[in-house]
């Protein structure tokens, strides 16, 4: 007979944790609705004890964290990109426009637009997550986005360097 070591919580449970969390994250997003970047940098002073005088990097704060990221993990940073952005071309290659003619004067079809601009999120809280970095803003940019915008948690006081690297690299 088999022994559970661990269950899962009951639906009701769940249910009930799930409204909680859909209730505060409701109220965060109104905050930010009516107060806009003030109503940020407040929740990343509570959640992060982190208030930059801006949220975006300059160049010269993405060169300096570029440049605290040691040579082999840029040079992984690199290759891991090449490797995504070599597979996402190979897979835009399958996507084909189509447009047929079914009957006199019937044209249907479809094209494979990209949308002109996106938001990346880069985990790393804790553990700087860079894959993220490479999975989003590097097949973003295959796909022809023009305009990509990404962001991170900070990590002990400020952006994590191999992140912003990531970022960096990918096209961000």
Same mark, same amino acid.
């Given at each position: 007979?088999?022994?559970?070591?661990?269950?899962?919580?009951?639906?009701?449970?769940? &249910?009930? !944790?799930?409204?909680?969390? /859909?209730? %505060?994250? +409701?109220? #965060?997003?109104?905050?930010?609705?009516?107060?806009? =970047?003030?109503?940020?940098?407040?929740?990343?002073?509570?959640?992060? &004890?982190? !208030?930059?005088?801006?949220? /975006?990097? %300059?160049? +010269?704060? #993405?060169?300096?964290?570029?440049?605290?990221?040691? =040579?082999?993990?840029?040079?992984?940073?690199?290759?891991?990109?090449?490797?995504?952005?070599?597979?996402?071309?190979?897979?835009?290659?399958?996507?084909?426009?189509?447009?047929?003619?079914?009957?006199?004067?019937?044209?249907?079809?479809?094209?494979?637009?990209?949308?002109?601009?996106?938001?990346?999120?880069?985990?790393?809280?804790?553990?700087?997550?860079?894959?993220?970095?490479?999975?989003?803003?590097?097949?973003?940019?295959?796909?022809?986005?023009?305009?990509?915008?990404?962001?991170?948690?900070?990590?002990?006081?400020?952006?994590?360097?191999?992140?912003?690297?990531?970022?960096?690299?990918?096209?961000?």
């Amino acid at each position: 007979m088999a022994r559970y070591l661990k269950t899962g919580k009951a639906a009701a449970e769940l &249910a009930e !944790s799930d409204a909680k969390v /859909r209730t %505060t994250v +409701e109220g #965060i997003l109104a905050d930010i609705e009516e107060r806009g =970047d003030a109503a940020v940098r407040e929740l990343s002073e509570k959640f992060d &004890a982190w !208030s930059p005088p801006s949220f /975006r990097l %300059t160049t +010269e704060e #993405i060169q300096t964290a570029v440049s605290q990221v040691p =040579d082999q993990d840029l040079e992984d940073i690199r290759f891991a990109q090449a490797q995504v952005r070599n597979f996402a071309e190979k897979q835009k290659e399958c996507l084909k426009d189509l447009e047929i003619e079914t009957l006199p004067g019937v044209v249907l079809g479809h094209r494979n637009i990209p949308v002109d601009s996106i938001g990346c999120y880069v985990p790393g809280g804790k553990y700087p997550m860079v894959a993220s970095a490479h999975m989003s803003i590097v097949t973003a940019k295959v796909a022809g986005v023009k305009h990509i915008t990404a962001t991170a948690p900070p990590h002990a006081g400020g952006p994590h360097p191999a992140i912003v690297a990531a970022m960096y690299y990918g096209g961000a």
